[in-house]
């Protein structure tokens, strides 16, 4: 069930190269969206979660969600489990990621390449995710698969991200002591 997410801070970003998790398993595209408890964001998940349980397991679909959340197999996570990062302490988050790259526009709807900077970890976006059951041998949960992002709005960059700016050095001018490289 396509979920639309909007104006969502963006974190943990793999948009433009897709990317293993520690080493392990095949290359995906990926994003964590963090949201504010309560917050419409926050309802359009829970609602779309407790849609697609119900389409999958019918009239069991109370119980298997249940269980699911008991393991916590759900895509949609209290802040509280990664408060040791920037931004997440008070906060709802929600994974997604798929194996195709996923759209990435600009406010005005233009396509988004790596090195326009944007979108980075920080900073906030319109996002939509595809929220699934899964039930296979793997198990059964909720996921959410990454649909595309638009950049919305600039935001604080969580560490590590962003580049020096020229004002991040002097001038070092010419030194007469300089060799000449050749």
């Not at 909720?142 to 991040?168: C, H, K, T």
């Amino acid at each position: 069930m396509k979920v639309k997410l909007k104006d969502v801070r963006l974190a943990f970003p793999a948009l433009f190269q897709a990317k293993t998790i520690n080493g392990e398993g095949d290359p995906r595209f990926s994003a964590t969206f963090l949201l504010e408890k309560n917050s419409a964001n926050a309802k359009a998940i829970e609602n779309a979660i407790n849609q697609v349980a119900k389409d999958k397991w019918d009239d069991k679909a109370e119980a298997i969600l249940k269980g699911i959340r008991t393991r916590n197999a759900v895509c949609l996570h209290d802040g509280a489990e990664k408060a040791e990062y920037d931004g997440f302490d008070g906060k709802m988050y929600v994974s997604a990621s798929n194996s195709a790259k996923p759209k990435i526009l600009d406010r005005d709807k233009t396509e988004l390449i790596q090195v326009d900077g944007k979108p980075y970890g920080g900073c906030y976006v319109n996002a939509v995710i595809d929220i699934w059951a899964q039930d296979n041998k793997y198990g059964k949960r909720i996921n959410a698969s990454l649909m595309g992002v638009q950049f919305f709005r600039d935001g604080d960059a969580f560490a590590g991200g962003g580049v020096a700016s020229e004002d991040d050095f002097e001038d070092l001018g010419v030194d007469e002591n300089d060799t000449d490289l050749v």
